[in-house]
C-alpha cells in the first residue's frame, strides 16, 4: 500500500496526524527487528540454561534495554541475581515483573519467588552459615562453667 507525497504532506499537515506519524516514525527507529531480539533472548536463556549466571545477566540487560522493558527478560534477570546470590536486585526484577508484566503466569511466578526470596532472607539474617552465634556461643559457655580440673603435677 502506497502512500502519495500529497496525503503524507495532509497528515503532517493536521497537529494530531503530524503526532502520530511522528511517533510510528520514532517507534520504527528505536525498537529492533522482532527476530534480533528474539534471538538473543533465546542466547541468553541458553546462558541462564548452561550455569552462566553472569553472563546470561548481562545478555538480558541488553535485551531489557533494546526492548524498553520485557517482562521476561527482567524475570530472568532476577533468576540471575538470586542465582548469584544478590537477593536485593533480584527482588527488584520480580517486583518489577509483579507489577507491570501483562502475562498472569509470569506475575505469579515473580510473586511466589518474592516470598520465596523473603523466607530466605529472614532465616539467612540470623541463622545463616556463621552467623547463628547463640548456638556457636553454648559449648563455650558450657566449657567457662565447668570447673577447671587440677593439673597433674609430679611433685607431691
Known amino acids: 500500500m502506497a502512500i502519495d507525497a500529497e496525503r503524507l504532506a495532509a497528515i503532517f499537515r493536521a497537529p494530531l496526524g503530524r503526532a502520530l506519524a511522528w511517533a510510528a516514525i ?3 527507529l528505536v525498537l529492533p527487528p522482532a527476530g534480533a531480539s528474539s534471538q538473543e533472548l533465546q542466547t541468553a536463556i541458553q546462558s541462564y540454561s548452561a550455569g552462566r549466571y553472569a553472563e546470561a545477566l548481562a545478555q538480558f540487560q541488553a ?14 534477570m532476577g533468576l540471575c541475581y538470586q542465582c548469584l546470590n544478590q537477593v536485593a536486585s533480584a527482588k527488584q526484577e520480580y517486583a518489577w515483573v509483579y507489577y507491570y508484566s501483562t502475562d498472569e503466569s509470569l506475575r505469579r511466578n515473580a510473586q511466589y519467588a518474592l516470598g520465596q526470596l523473603d523466607r530466605y532472607q529472614s532465616k539467612r539474617l540470623y541463622q545463616g552459615q556463621g552467623n547463628n552465634f547463640s548456638q556457636a556461643s553454648a ?3 558450657r566449657a567457662v562453667q565447668q570447673e577447671p580440673e587440677p593439673a597433674a603435677t609430679g611433685a607431691t
Open 26 to 28: 520514532v517507534y520504527c
Open 139 to 141: 559449648p563455650v559457655a
Open 63 to 76: 535485551v531489557s534495554r533494546r526492548n524498553g522493558g520485557d517482562a521476561l527478560s527482567h524475570y530472568y
